[in-house]
């Protein structure tokens, strides 16, 4: 294989390789864009790390950093990283819980790929002497990845993951 052709789905994509691309600083779901999985025929992980994800608390407004993991294994289509890029960046003013952010962003990936597997977690700096570390999956109903899911949400915290974030 030589590279990916316009034909399969590069010519959907509006941001990567933009030069006037304009920063959303409110959540901006529609941002986000995918282009086809060339290799559904089989599974495998894409895995993205954030380590400079900022978002509001929507009580007090004060700011609040994380580092931002997504794994997710593609079906038909994987998410164009700028756009997640993007995307990632659109919470830095919008104002909701740590636990209310992993689970938007997951829902909003689910919406736009429809993925096998997915999980996003959170690794959020202490603020007033605590952190919080929200982690949520989704695994497509009736498919051995609701199996996987449900296992992993079961086991994610067993062997931990050193918290190098703060």
């Not at 590279?3 to 941001?15: A, K, N, V």
């Not at 929507?58 to 593609?74: K, N």
Request: hydrophobic fraction near 30%; proline fraction near 6%; include cysteine.
């Amino acid at each position: 294989m030589s590279g990916r052709s316009q034909q399969e789905g590069l010519e959907e994509l509006t941001l990567l390789g933009n030069q006037n691309v304009k920063y959303s600083f409110d959540y901006a779901p529609e941002v986000l864009e995918a282009v086809d999985n060339l290799h559904t025929n089989r599974d495998y992980f894409v895995k993205f790390n954030c380590p400079e994800f900022t978002s509001l608390c929507p009580i007090t407004s004060q700011p609040d950093f994380a580092t931002m993991y997504i794994s997710y294994i593609p079906d038909k289509k994987i998410v164009e990283s700028k756009s997640l890029k993007l995307y990632l960046f659109s919470f830095r003013n919008h104002g909701d819980f740590h636990e209310d952010c992993v689970n938007i962003i997951m829902d909003d990936l689910i919406k736009l790929m429809d993925p096998r597997y997915i999980e996003v977690w959170g690794k959020f700096t202490p603020r007033g002497g605590i952190s919080i570390d929200p982690w949520c999956n989704y695994g497509r109903p009736g498919t051995k990845y609701e199996e996987m899911a449900q296992y992993r949400l079961m086991n994610h915290d067993l062997n931990p993951e050193t918290i190098d974030n703060r």
